[in-house]
């Protein structure tokens, strides 16, 4: 029998991590192949995750899905650089979103939550600060040295 919290995780967030993921990759089936391996990391991960609140869970998600992502893009970048070059458009596309990626990784652990929790989950500071468990006033803070850092990197 399935660990009924990992049913209901599932239940909790499917709509809204297959929503994220839509956004991230432009392609519902790409987003739905992202949401069943990260549950299936849920799975295989089942006894570190009971022990959490319904917050941590849903972070471990999203940090788990976004890395998914995130070795997928490397492995086409990979396979576009020893395969067929795809076409130009798209081959721009993906490097464009790697550097994105890339930037937002090079930020302090947090602001890097934060600022993919509101632009790219388009949540609130006080949405942001019930997830990660610090006060919305800190949000707002660690947001603006996030934009300060990318601003500085993309100058």
């Known amino acids: 029998m399935m660990n009924r919290y990992i049913t ?3 239940e909790q967030l499917n709509a809204e991590l ?7 990759t432009g392609d519902a089936y790409e987003a739905q192949e992202l949401v069943q391996e990260g549950f299936l990391r849920a799975i295989k991960h089942s006894d570190t995750l009971q022990s959490m609140d319904f917050n941590r869970k849903r972070a471990w998600m999203y940090q788990t899905i976004k890395h998914l992502f995130i070795d997928g893009l490397r492995k086409r970048k ?4 020893t395969g067929e070059i795809p076409e130009t458009m798209e081959l721009s596309q993906e490097f464009a979103e790697a550097e994105w990626i890339q930037l937002i ?3 302090p652990k947090d602001e890097g939550k934060i600022f993919v929790l509101r632009y790219m989950e388009d949540m609130t500071s006080g949405q942001i600060s019930e997830i990660l468990g610090i006060p919305p006033g800190t949000v707002r803070s660690k947001l603006h040295d996030a934009r300060k850092h990318l ?3 993309l100058e």
Do not use: A, I, P
């Not at 297959?18 to 991230?24: D, E």
């Not at 990979?78 to 650089?81: D, K």
């Open 105 to 107: 990784n090079s930020l």
């Open 78 to 81: 990979r396979e576009s650089l």
């Open 18 to 24: 297959l929503g994220w993921c839509s956004s991230m």
């Open 8 to 10: 209901e995780l599932y």
């Open 151 to 153: 601003q500085k990197k």
